[in-house]
């Protein structure tokens, strides 16, 4: 299979081990509680800690972490991470950006580099 970064479309690989497409997806994630005063670090990370102990490639930043895998998975540590502080009973909320590429892996780190390399062009 051969990738092209600027097609519209790209074949669909599948799993070999489910027999589904595997939807690779990059996704932002945040997750707090509301409510909880003007500190909300201790139940940010409760939901980090979820998603990090899922095992899909991940980063943390200011605003969000970062998770890579296929679609499927990382809706659901999403969702898990949510649940963490929810049914602690907290008013909880949830931010999802995605961005679903198949055919593509490594996105991120691949992305920024990208990004900074035609940076450098112009410079």
Not at 38 to 59: D, F, H, N, T, W
Not at 96 to 108: C, E, K, N, Y
């Amino acid at each position: 299979m051969v990738l092209d970064r600027n097609a519209v479309k790209q074949e669909v690989p599948i799993d070999p081990a489910t027999g589904k497409p595997y939807l690779n997806t990059v996704a932002a994630i945040q997750v707090s509680a509301a409510g909880v005063g003007s500190e909300v670090s201790p139940y940010v990370a409760q939901a980090i800690e979820v998603i990090r102990e899922s095992g899909l490639p991940q980063e943390t930043n200011a605003l969000f972490t970062n998770v890579e895998g296929d679609l499927d998975d990382v809706l659901k540590v999403a969702g898990e991470a949510a649940k963490k502080l929810a049914e602690q009973g907290y008013r909880t909320s949830l931010v999802l950006h995605m961005d679903i590429r198949p055919g593509f892996s490594g996105q991120l780190t691949e992305k920024p580099k990208l990004v900074d390399e035609i940076l450098a062009k112009r410079s």
